[in-house]
């Protein structure tokens, strides 16, 4: 089955304890990208990969970092993570790039005290 | 730059009534329009995109929207709603110079039996 696969799916920390999401999509695609979404601010781009390592920032990449090593994975790093990180993560990925469809994984709720 | 507004961040319409979801963009190149939908706990499918041509476009379970160039509108139409309609609705833009995609805040749509 095609997908976009996320982990953890929710998780709870703490300031400034260093946290990885993960993400991978099994379709092969060469575009990838992190969107955080936050009520009454719709989808936000925080970083995206044309391909295996070339990533570029979005429009909100502050306190964010991501590598992409390997096609299929698309990690997203919060190195000292803040109580305004707090939101909801999307990772996508499409064949080309944001202006065909875009595969949606389910989502990781992250909650910074 | 291009930008997006969904008027109405909830709407409420009864099982077999038309949903209409409004979506007006500004972008100073000929854009392209998605629509995306998010069920609940789930991540964002595509419902359906413009880019050239037919300015009427046909997307899955039914529903429609229409690019009006003089109107820089492109509202989201279903002749008659049903519950399992119920979801987040966005509206994107792009240009065709950016590769990137401009969402709007989202338009939450509630059907009642």
């Known amino acids: 089955e095609a997908q976009v696969t996320q982990n953890p799916r929710y998780l709870i920390t703490v300031t400034g304890k260093k946290l990885t999401v993960t993400c991978s999509q099994n379709?092969?695609?060469?575009?990838m990208s992190w969107y955080r979404q936050d009520p009454g601010l719709g989808l936000r781009q925080i970083y995206y990969?044309?391909?295996?390592?070339?990533?570029d920032k979005g429009d909100v990449p502050e306190g964010y970092k991501v590598s992409r090593k390997e096609k299929r994975n698309f990690p997203l790093i919060l190195e000292s993570p803040s109580p305004n990180q707090t939101s909801l993560y999307f990772c996508?990925?499409?064949?080309?790039?944001?202006?065909?469809?875009?595969?949606f994984g389910p989502g990781t709720r992250l909650l910074v005290l | 730059a291009q930008s997006v507004t969904q008027l109405g961040s909830h709407v409420s319409v009864s099982e077999g009534a038309l949903v209409l979801l409004r979506c007006n963009y500004s972008?100073?190149?000929?854009?392209?329009l998605f629509w995306y939908v998010q069920y609940p706990n789930q991540g964002l499918q595509l419902l359906l995109k413009?880019?050239?041509?037919?300015?009427l476009v046909k997307g899955i379970n039914g529903f429609e929207a229409e690019f009006k160039k003089s109107e820089t509108s492109f509202h989201l139409t279903k002749p008659s709603a049903h519950m399992s309609d119920a979801a987040e609705y966005f509206c994107?833009?792009?240009?065709?110079?950016?590769?990137?995609?401009?969402f709007g805040t989202g338009t939450r749509l509630q059907v009642f039996p």
């Open positions: 996508a990925s499409s064949a080309t790039g944001a202006l065909v469809a875009q595969y």
């Open positions: 413009y880019t050239t041509g037919a300015t």
């Open positions: 990969s044309m391909n295996v390592e070339v990533t």
């Open positions: 379709m092969n695609h060469e575009y």
């Open positions: 994107a833009v792009s240009d065709r110079n950016t590769d990137k995609l401009i």
């Open positions: 972008s100073s190149v000929p854009p392209y």
